[in-house]
């Protein structure tokens, strides 16, 4: 035993040199100050947000179910559109710069609007973009169907990039106190918090834990932006099947306010993705006397995906929707409305933080981890 906590203390100081080859820790970066400036304003900001969307409640004098969702998703939204245009200038340049993402912004939503338009409103998806974004008037033209696509475009980007900047900041800032809890070896609340949050086994005896961070920074993670891309899609389609096939729901609401409320709260899932998938990015995991060491990812991500019970749960809804006689072509409409919804929604949100975030975030958790232990 006394050889291997030998073993153990020669290994760190040799991981921490390894990682200063990485990272400078006394290096004072752009993403260092957008942290200070989110973790500042944060907390204001979610109140006001808060205060907001009860004001939009009052105002549209709607105090059914529908209508509270509807308030707290708009009115968060709305916040979050005018902190992600605070984070765009605040934030550092991406993996692939501006001079290439602008056109691709600007092309691919006039090629949507095309689509769109020369298919129709058979599927309803073109009459509730003219309805809802389009901010000029309800005429079912291309010009109507334009406005309303690069409003739906402007606001999951300025959003992706505000609920992107809150994770990283936060995760930036106090994420090394999560890994030196579990280093510590008496039993506080902060350490049981991290224990559940990670699902480690009571029969480890946590020796030390350790980073092994990819270190490719200088291209673009296509397979990080699929994998988070793919996460939040299915996150999506499997937290709004709770609304689209719940027979109550399907009673209470209409076709238009199941996938608006539904689009406006998959704004906000990146938080069930991100966190776990950084974790594993860096590389952390625990060293003890078993023979093989834990990564903190794979209980993370056990731990954020615990309470949805996919197939079963939506099975048992469609069923039960099926046999209360609900109306299946109006559940598979707003299915394949919400499905291209959600779509943009990971690609875009995906993007963000794989082009403009992650170097920052892995390095800025690498560099918090290293000051504290040299504390």
């Known amino acids: 035993m006394d050889e291997a906590s030998g073993e153990v203390k020669q290994k760190a100081p040799?991981?921490?040199?390894?990682?200063?080859?990485?990272?400078?820790?006394?290096?004072?970066?752009?993403?260092?100050k957008l942290d200070k400036f989110i973790v500042k304003v944060c907390p204001p900001f979610a109140a006001t947000c808060t205060i907001f969307a009860l004001f939009l409640i009052f105002y549209m004098r709607d105090y059914s179910f529908t209508g509270a969702v509807f308030g707290v998703c708009l009115g968060f939204a709305l916040g979050f559109i005018i902190l992600g245009v605070v984070c765009v200038i605040l934030s550092d340049r991406g993996v692939i710069t501006r001079k290439y993402v602008v056109p691709v912004v600007i092309i691919v939503p006039m090629l949507i609007a095309v689509v769109?338009?020369?298919a129709g409103t058979n599927t309803g998806v073109s009459?509730?973009?003219v309805k809802y974004f389009d901010v000029f008037g309800k005429n079912m033209d291309m010009i109507s169907l334009l406005v309303g696509v690069y409003?739906?475009?402007l606001m999951v980007l300025l959003v992706a990039?505000?609920?992107?900047?809150v994770i990283v900041s936060y995760f930036r800032s106090y994420f090394y106190r999560v890994l030196r809890s579990l280093e510590n070896p008496l039993e506080t609340k902060r350490s049981r918090i991290t224990n559940w949050l990670f699902q480690i086994p009571d029969i480890i005896d946590v020796r030390s834990v350790e980073l092994e961070p990819d270190t490719e920074d200088n291209r673009f993670n296509l397979e990080l932006f699929v994998n988070i891309a793919f996460s939040l899609f299915l996150l999506g389609i499997v937290i709004c099947s709770y609304l689209f096939i719940n027979p109550l729901f399907l009673e209470i609401m209409s076709f238009e306010e199941m996938l608006l409320i539904g689009m406006l709260?998959?704004?906000?899932?990146?938080p069930l993705v991100i966190p776990w998938s950084i974790v594993k990015s860096v590389g952390a995991k625990i060293t003890s006397d078993a023979p093989r060491d834990f990564y903190l990812w794979k209980g993370m991500r056990g731990r954020l995906y615990q309470g949805f019970f996919t197939i079963t749960f939506f099975m048992?809804?469609?069923?039960?929707?099926?046999?209360?006689?609900m109306d299946f072509s109006r559940i598979l409409m707003t299915y394949l409305g919400y499905v291209s919804f959600i779509g943009v929604i990971s690609i875009v949100t995906s993007f963000v933080y794989v082009n403009t975030y992650y170097k920052g975030f892995k390095?800025?958790?690498?560099?918090?981890?290293?000051r504290s232990k040299e504390q």
Not at 317 to 325: A, D, E, F, R
Request: neutral net charge; proline residues 2%.
């Open 161 to 165: 990039y505000a609920v992107v900047s």
């Open 127 to 129: 009459d509730f973009i």
């Open 116 to 118: 769109l338009y020369y």
């Open 265 to 270: 709260m998959s704004l906000f899932i990146s």
């Open 316 to 325: 048992m809804l469609l069923t039960l929707s099926v046999y209360l006689g």
């Open 14 to 32: 040799r991981r921490a040199t390894y990682l200063r080859t990485i990272i400078n820790p006394d290096e004072e970066t752009k993403h260092d």
């Open 151 to 153: 409003s739906i475009a």
């Open 363 to 370: 390095n800025g958790i690498i560099k918090s981890y290293l």
